[in-house]
């Protein structure tokens, strides 16, 4: 049975940072595409940041490009998204994902597993 648990969120003020933690059980990451998406209240919810299998290869939403890092660590078998220089507008619920098998896609619906998120809230 796969589970992830996300952790790390809270309130901050705009220009802090925060890393978000995914544990992933009943796969590896090493060998699982992964991703953090968002939701923000009366919004879809959107993709964050994504990571292959291999790890040769990572994507990132333009509005969090040079602000936000994803990242895992085998040991722990978890993905982390760092996430500095925050904004307001990125207050949301934040989600990991993972693939069932992977695929180069970077759409929600391409991921098949997902956690109960965890709040971030970025105050001005």
């Known amino acids: 049975q796969v589970q992830l648990v996300e952790s790390g969120g809270g309130l901050v003020q705009a220009g802090d940072s925060l890393r978000l933690s995914c544990v992933l059980s009943?796969?590896?990451?090493?060998?699982?595409?992964m991703g953090w998406f968002r939701q923000a209240p009366g919004k879809e919810r959107e993709v964050v940041a994504t990571i292959r299998w291999s790890g040769a290869s990572t994507y990132f939403a333009d509005s969090v490009k040079g602000r936000f890092t994803i990242s895992r660590e085998y040991a722990k078998n978890t993905v982390y998204l760092q996430m500095n220089s925050l904004k307001p507008e990125d207050t949301a619920v934040y989600y990991c994902?993972?693939?069932?098998?992977?695929?180069?896609?970077?759409?929600?619906?391409?991921?098949?597993?997902w956690g109960q998120g965890t709040q971030v809230t970025v105050s001005s």
């Open positions: 009943g796969r590896t990451v090493s060998s699982t595409n």
């Open positions: 994902a993972a693939q069932e098998y992977p695929s180069s896609s970077v759409r929600r619906e391409s991921y098949k597993y």
